[in-house]
């Protein structure tokens, strides 16, 4: 059975802080991994990963895989609370999206 | 449409009731999935579509829940016989191809099952 496990589940930090999400997972059938980030109902796509090494960035956030260690970062530089959610890791395998717990973020001022 | 709608957005039920939950993917868009979400729990995938067609049912909860698509468009998700389990936030979402980059979800419709 597919597993992604997201640490730490909860963390509180101040305003300007950076941030560090961890993804592991363990898929049959890797195609890719995504995060998103939940506020209230439904989850608002951040990042699809599909090759290692290789960066994503929007704004102050960004993302890495590492396909060999199988797990992702999910990086918030200079937090606002705004980035205060639930962010999601989820990877694609054999015709299914499997979701961690979600890390819930929250940026006080 | 300009996004995923979902109806109802808030559906409270009696327990051993049916109830039918409705997706409007976007328009164009041939997968479309359907995920619920347990008060503190993590999303939960469903079932998916391609085109019309669903061809991994095992995520399923149990027999009581079925889904169909028709015309390659609209969704429903029916629980038979709900029970007080069963309440929860109920996510649609679609993308433009199984495998996409992108998964646009929409607004969810919660089910309180009394």
């Known amino acids: 059975e597919d597993k992604v496990v997201q640490s730490p589940l909860s963390l509180v930090v101040h305003e300007g802080d950076t941030v560090t999400l961890n993804c592991s997972y363990e898929?049959?059938?890797?195609?890719?991994l995504l995060w998103y980030k939940q506020e209230k109902k439904a989850p608002t796509f951040l990042f699809m990963l599909?090759?290692?090494?290789i960066e994503k960035k929007s704004g102050r956030l960004s993302s890495i895989l590492d396909k060999k260690e199988l797990f992702s970062i999910l990086n918030i530089t200079a937090t606002q609370t705004g980035d205060s959610a639930i962010y999601l890791c989820?990877?694609?395998?054999?015709?299914?999206?499997?979701f961690g717990a979600g890390t819930t973020v929250t940026v006080r001022a | 449409g300009a996004g995923v709608s979902q109806s109802p957005s808030n559906k409270v039920t009696e327990k051993g009731k049916d109830v039918e939950l409705r997706c409007d993917p976007i328009s164009g868009h041939t997968a479309l999935y359907w995920y619920r979400q347990s008060l503190g729990q993590g999303l939960e995938f469903l079932i998916y579509f391609q085109g019309n067609s669903a061809p991994d049912k095992s995520g399923l909860p149990s027999d009581r829940f079925s889904a169909e698509r028709t015309g390659g468009s609209v969704s429903t998700l029916t629980i038979q016989r709900t029970q007080q389990e069963d309440s929860a936030v109920y996510l649609c979402?679609?993308?433009?191809?199984?495998?996409?980059?992108?998964?646009?979800f929409g607004p969810g419709t919660r089910l309180t099952v009394l």
């Open positions: 599909t090759s290692s090494g």
């Open positions: 979402a679609s993308s433009l191809s199984w495998g996409s980059n992108e998964q646009f």
């Open positions: 898929v049959t059938n890797f195609r890719s």
């Open positions: 989820a990877t694609f395998g054999d015709y299914k999206l499997s």
